[in-house]
């Protein structure tokens, strides 16, 4: 916000955006398969002349960061004075976005921020800059793409999930300094789980088996079969990949039996219920060490100051030499993306502040310092206090991440139609070959 806006004014301007957004026609719906998301424009040739006046509009997410969000725009308009900047931040929990507010008004809103799932869908309209030109891309390989293949997306918020332990209660059973990335094959991970039982524990992993993580998270991952998890979903709409013959396919779910199985879950017996704060609380505490779960589970565990825990993989099968056995799932959760619609001058100068989050010594300290954020740049020597977001930049820094595949799917629909036929499959009240059935149909409904 320019320095000069009083607090009354930006009152004023919200709203108004809000009225007229509750007057207006609802957003649009999701794009289905048969309507291709348009390509991203190659915006024109322009720079941002420091010495011209020019006025952009940014929409951002995660609503907890409003007051983190200001104080960056501040500093980037001391540095570029000329740039007025009016930034808006949707409250936590508003079921509306303050971009489909903004958007509803007829604001053309310059810099927005998206989630990945929603640029080919809910967002397939927003007319987005291709971006793979700017210098920020080098630093990263979370720059995120559409379906055309263009660079549309500057990843602002990196998360990641796997096999989430309690570095205590690890170590303490194999009597020492322990590797997470040895776990490379099913057989591994079987051989440390009884260590864990020979050391105490009564049941190494808390497997908490709610729709959103046994259906969004877990078995999105199969997709990582190929480098691009988008060629395998367009097999799957295609009808062309046999998920019951896929060996890929059927090893996480032989591995997501062994993690609910009686001889190593605390809820084995009953595998299905309400677990989340149980199993937290229980690796939290060293009673288990192991669950399934990402990098925003840390504040579950309720852990004291100074206790550690980290990521190991999931491994798919036995092979060692297997890449998905040798990483786990990170990737942008939230991307910037940049409104062709703008003037050229409106877009010169939001690419200046993308380039200025990454390169500028105030973004690289705001990003992950202030922000808490995990960077998805390597220039940036910054790391999170919270030890599984350290886990995570450690894995980048090492080429051990393979792509957030919850990006690739509908996660409503994984969540409310595959979910909990996952959930029938771990309670033994369907099979593999069932469960292979309803995904494929699933994907055949979307063709």
């Given at each position: 916000?320019?320095?000069?806006?009083?607090?009354?004014?930006?009152?004023?301007?919200?709203?108004?955006?809000?009225?007229?957004?509750?007057?207006?026609?609802?957003?649009?719906?999701?794009?289905?398969?048969?309507?291709?998301?348009?390509?991203?424009?190659?915006?024109?040739?322009?720079?941002?002349?420091?010495?011209?006046?020019?006025?952009?509009?940014?929409?951002?997410?995660?609503?907890?960061?409003?007051?983190?969000?200001q104080?960056?725009?501040?500093?980037?308009?001391?540095?570029?004075?000329?740039?007025?900047?009016?930034?808006?931040?949707?409250?936590?929990?508003?079921p509306?976005?303050?971009?489909?507010k903004?958007?509803?008004?007829?604001?053309?809103?310059?810099?927005?921020?998206?989630?990945?799932?929603?640029?080919?869908?809910?967002?397939?309209?927003?007319?987005?800059?291709?971006?793979?030109?700017?210098?920020?891309?080098?630093?990263?390989?979370?720059?995120?793409?559409?379906a055309?293949?263009?660079?549309?997306?500057?990843?602002?918020?990196?998360?990641?999930?796997?096999?989430?332990?309690?570095?205590?209660?690890?170590?303490?059973?194999?009597?020492?300094?322990?590797?997470?990335?040895?776990?490379?094959?099913?057989?591994?991970?079987?051989?440390?789980?009884?260590?864990?039982?020979?050391?105490?524990v009564?049941?190494?992993?808390?497997?908490?088996?709610?729709?959103?993580?046994?259906?969004?998270?877990?078995s999105?991952?199969?997709?990582?079969?190929?480098?691009?998890?988008?060629?395998?979903?367009?097999?799957?709409?295609?009808g062309?990949?046999?998920?019951?013959?896929?060996?890929?396919?059927?090893?996480?779910?032989?591995?997501?039996?062994?993690?609910?199985?009686?001889?190593?879950?605390?809820?084995?017996?009953?595998?299905?219920?309400?677990?989340?704060?149980?199993?937290?609380?229980?690796?939290?505490?060293?009673?288990?060490?192991?669950?399934?779960?990402?990098?925003?589970?840390?504040?579950?565990f309720?852990?004291?100051?100074?206790?550690?825990?980290?990521?190991?993989?999931?491994?798919?099968?036995?092979?060692?030499?297997?890449?998905?056995?040798?990483?786990?799932?990170?990737?942008?959760?939230?991307?910037?993306?940049?409104?062709?619609?703008?003037?050229?001058?409106?877009?010169?100068?939001?690419?200046l502040?993308?380039?200025w989050?990454?390169?500028?010594?105030?973004?690289?300290?705001?990003?992950?310092?202030?922000?808490?954020?995990?960077s998805?740049?390597?220039?940036?020597?910054?790391?999170?206090?919270?030890?599984?977001?350290?886990?995570?930049?450690?894995?980048?820094?090492?080429?051990?991440?393979?792509?957030?595949?919850?990006?690739?799917?509908?996660?409503?629909?994984?969540?409310?139609?595959?979910?909990?036929?996952?959930?029938?499959?771990?309670?033994?009240?369907?099979?593999?070959?069932?469960?292979?059935?309803?995904?494929?149909?699933?994907?055949?409904?979307?063709?």
């Amino acid at each position: 916000m320019k320095k000069g806006r009083t607090i009354t004014t930006i009152l004023t301007v919200l709203m108004a955006v809000m009225l007229l957004a509750a007057c207006a026609a609802p957003a649009p719906a999701p794009v289905t398969s048969e309507e291709p998301a348009a390509a991203a424009t190659q915006a024109p040739a322009a720079t941002a002349d420091p010495n011209a006046k020019v006025s952009i509009i940014i929409a951002n997410g995660k609503g907890e960061l409003t007051a983190k969000y200001q104080a960056a725009v501040d500093a980037f308009i001391q540095e570029y004075p000329n740039i007025q900047i009016e930034q808006y931040t949707g409250a936590v929990g508003d079921p509306v976005s303050i971009l489909d507010k903004l958007m509803a008004s007829g604001t053309v809103v310059t810099l927005a921020m998206l989630e990945p799932g929603s640029v080919d869908t809910k967002y397939a309209d927003f007319n987005k800059v291709d971006l793979s030109g700017e210098s920020w891309v080098k630093d990263t390989v979370f720059a995120f793409k559409d379906a055309s293949g263009a660079t549309v997306g500057f990843p602002f918020a990196i998360e990641g999930f796997g096999l989430i332990y309690n570095t205590a209660v690890v170590e303490k059973a194999v009597g020492g300094t322990f590797d997470p990335w040895s776990i490379n094959s099913r057989d591994k991970l079987v051989e440390l789980l009884d260590k864990i039982k020979a050391s105490g524990v009564e049941f190494p992993i808390a497997y908490q088996t709610e729709a959103w993580s046994v259906g969004n998270h877990y078995s999105s991952m199969f997709l990582n079969q190929a480098a691009d998890p988008a060629s395998v979903v367009k097999q799957l709409t295609d009808g062309t990949l046999d998920l019951a013959s896929n060996a890929t396919w059927n090893g996480y779910y032989e591995t997501m039996t062994l993690l609910a199985s009686k001889d190593y879950n605390k809820y084995g017996e009953r595998p299905l219920g309400s677990y989340y704060d149980d199993a937290h609380v229980s690796v939290g505490k060293g009673e288990s060490a192991i669950l399934f779960n990402g990098n925003w589970a840390y504040d579950s565990f309720q852990a004291v100051s100074g206790e550690q825990f980290s990521f190991m993989p999931v491994p798919v099968d036995n092979d060692p030499a297997n890449p998905l056995n040798n990483k786990i799932c990170v990737g942008p959760t939230q991307l910037y993306v940049i409104n062709a619609d703008a003037t050229p001058e409106q877009q010169a100068a939001a690419k200046l502040f993308l380039n200025w989050l990454v390169e500028s010594e105030f973004g690289k300290n705001w990003l992950v310092n202030d922000c808490q954020v995990i960077s998805a740049f390597t220039n940036n020597p910054n790391k999170v206090s919270n030890p599984l977001g350290g886990a995570i930049a450690e894995a980048i820094a090492q080429g051990r991440t393979m792509p957030f595949t919850t990006n690739y799917v509908n996660g409503a629909d994984y969540f409310n139609i595959l979910g909990p036929e996952v959930q029938k499959f771990i309670d033994q009240k369907s099979t593999l070959q069932d469960l292979a059935k309803v995904f494929t149909d699933y994907y055949k409904s979307l063709s």
